[in-house]
């Protein structure tokens, strides 16, 4: 069983700048055997990608619309996720849940992963 909190959400004006970071944890998890993403959903529309990570962290990769707006990185000695978001703007209003995928490199597909936290509230005000 691995238990997953996301973090860090809240409310931003445009423009404004969190973090988010996602801890996990359980018996026998072992973190870095894991890709880890980020994805994020609104009412009414489909748990969309944002940002994925290696296991190692040498391999990343970003949807376009956050493409040189968001870092994704890890540490895998706090087995935590975190997800920098600069120039955020309304469109980045969302819940953001972190995920994880067993081994090789990150999918943007959400079906790929395992999900398990409650998520964190973004909200971008204009």
């Known amino acids: 069983q691995v238990r997953v909190v996301e973090s860090g959400g809240g409310l931003v004006q445009a423009g404004g700048s969190l973090r988010l970071s996602c801890a996990a944890s359980g018996p026998t998890f072992v973190y870095s055997y894991f890709a880890m993403a980020w994805f994020r959903q609104t009412p009414g529309k489909e748990r969309e990608f944002v940002a994925g990570?290696?296991?190692?962290?040498?391999?990343?990769v970003y949807a376009d619309s956050v493409k040189g707006r968001f870092t994704v990185s890890r540490d895998n000695g706090k087995n935590t996720l975190y997800l920098q978001m600069n120039s955020l703007n309304t469109n980045d209003t969302a819940v953001y849940y972190c995920a994880r995928k067993r081994g090789g490199t990150p999918t943007r597909v959400p079906e790929d992963y395992n999900y398990g936290g409650q998520g964190t509230q973004v909200t971008v005000s204009s």
């Open positions: 990570i290696s296991g190692g962290g040498s391999t990343t």
